[in-house]
């Protein structure tokens, strides 16, 4: 997402003649002029900045605690399978449902690998 970022951002700010100076703020109106799958590209990349994080966080207290097992491997691979979707879905298709389903779907598997860190984390105790 990152390189996909680059590679429709600063593009469609040059064809729309948008100055990197204008683009300081992310509210403000230069962005109304971009093409919506550059904004789309954009908005994804910030949501992988969010609920990811705390994948990210349960991945390195299994790590820390030495709990890797079939269960927590499958939970993980299928939260990056499902975020990966949602990430397609989000900026190639114009419907919302199916980025709405994609989303509640990892978010369930994220909640279950929370619960499982959590059980590991309270019996290796």
């Known amino acids: 997402m990152w390189l996909w970022l680059y590679f429709s951002r600063i ?3 040059k064809q729309a003649r948008i100055h990197p100076n204008k683009a300081r703020h992310p509210s403000a109106d230069w962005q109304a002029k971009m093409p919506a799958v550059a904004r789309s590209v954009a908005d ?3 949501h992988l900045h969010e609920q990811p994080t ?10 820390l605690l030495g709990q ?13 399978a499902t975020r990966v979707v949602h990430s ?3 900026v190639l298709a114009a419907n919302v449902v199916p980025r709405f389903f994609a989303f509640a779907i990892s978010s369930v598997v ?5 619960l499982r860190t959590a059980a590991v984390m309270l019996t290796a105790g």
Request: proline share 3%; aromatic share 16%.
């Open 11 to 13: 593009p469609a700010m």
């Open 88 to 90: 397609l879905v989000q």
């Open 54 to 63: 705390l994948f990210y966080a349960l991945m390195i207290m299994i790590a």
């Open 68 to 80: 890797q097992d079939m269960l927590g491997l499958t939970l993980a691979w299928l939260y990056v």
């Open 110 to 114: 994220l909640f279950g690998l929370l």
């Open 44 to 46: 994804n990349y910030n």
